[in-house]
């Protein structure tokens, strides 16, 4: 099952190597979104979504001085045992408005 949402993106890292004989090789996308406003709670929360290693070489050529609107395609991967994980297999970065979204 995959859907599409667009995420004010702030960041990204790659991580690539070996540990114990076992390879990983994936992207993690950094994301702020805004909290529901509670009485116990207000403001904007830091979230981060895994990603397939293939969006590397279009991550690299977008700029991030602040926020940049992105829409994500997310897939769920079942991962055994019926649990699933949310792994983003799209990243597009949407052409810059006028007024940027806020948190």
Same mark, same amino acid.
């Given at each position: 099952?995959?859907?599409?949402?667009?995420?004010?993106?702030?960041?990204?890292t790659?991580?690539?190597?070996v540990?114990?004989?076992?390879?990983?090789?994936?992207v993690?996308?950094?994301a702020? =979104? #805004?909290?529901?406003q509670k009485?116990?709670q207000?403001?904007?929360?830091? %979230? @981060?979504?895994r $990603?397939?290693?293939?969006? *590397?070489?279009k991550? =690299? #050529?977008?700029?991030?001085n602040?926020?940049?609107?992105?829409?994500l395609? %997310? @897939?769920?991967? $079942?991962?055994g045992?019926? *649990?699933?994980?949310?792994?983003?297999?799209?990243?597009?970065p949407?052409?810059a408005?006028?007024?940027?979204?806020?948190?």
């Amino acid at each position: 099952m995959a859907f599409e949402s667009v995420h004010n993106v702030i960041g990204w890292t790659h991580k690539k190597g070996v540990v114990d004989g076992n390879n990983y090789d994936f992207v993690t996308i950094y994301a702020v =979104s #805004k909290l529901e406003q509670k009485e116990n709670q207000r403001g904007a929360a830091g %979230i @981060e979504f895994r $990603a397939e290693p293939h969006l *590397v070489e279009k991550l =690299s #050529k977008v700029t991030f001085n602040g926020v940049v609107p992105m829409k994500l395609q %997310i @897939e769920q991967v $079942a991962t055994g045992k019926g *649990v699933f994980k949310d792994v983003v297999v799209m990243a597009e970065p949407l052409p810059a408005s006028p007024q940027q979204p806020k948190p």
